[in-house]
């Protein structure tokens, strides 16, 4: 029988990225604020806030303004991120999901994330903020 031998391929980490990213850089990661030096008082509003910092890999909108966040908790540690796509094939599904996890657990009063994707209701452009429409205007992208 033959082997195949395949190349090892070293993995380099941008200079610019979070400890915890390890496979890619996407949706302006690079413009995430530094972690919080206390944990908010209203943890899920925190958690809301910090989620504005996740942005879209295909447009720089954020995620709640989007309208892909349908809700979020926080409990003893972790917060729980209910969340949809765009369609049920959107090729961006693993980095959104890799984004927001990485984001939140870079803050010390986040243990861990949970995520639940919600298909009911189905996203629709109507989702989108006042805000993330404003924005998408000024891309010349109409909602």
Do not use: N
């Amino acid at each position: 029988m033959t082997t195949l031998s395949l190349p090892v391929v070293e993995r380099r980490r941008h200079a610019g990225l979070p400890p915890a990213v390890t496979s890619h850089m996407s949706g302006g990661r690079d413009q995430w604020s530094p972690p919080l030096k206390e944990a908010p008082v209203d943890t899920v509003q925190g958690t809301w806030d910090l989620l504005q910092e996740v942005l879209d890999p295909e447009i720089p909108i954020s995620l709640p303004e989007l309208g892909l966040i349908y809700g979020v908790e926080f409990d003893d540690g972790v917060a729980r991120i209910e969340l949809t796509f765009t369609a049920t094939a959107c090729p961006c599904m693993e980095f959104i999901r890799e984004d927001i996890t990485d984001r939140l657990e870079s803050e010390h009063w986040i243990d861990s994330v949970e995520l639940t994707e919600v298909w009911s209701p189905p996203w629709t452009s109507d989702r989108i903020t006042p805000e993330g429409r404003a924005k998408l205007k000024k891309l010349g992208v109409s909602a």
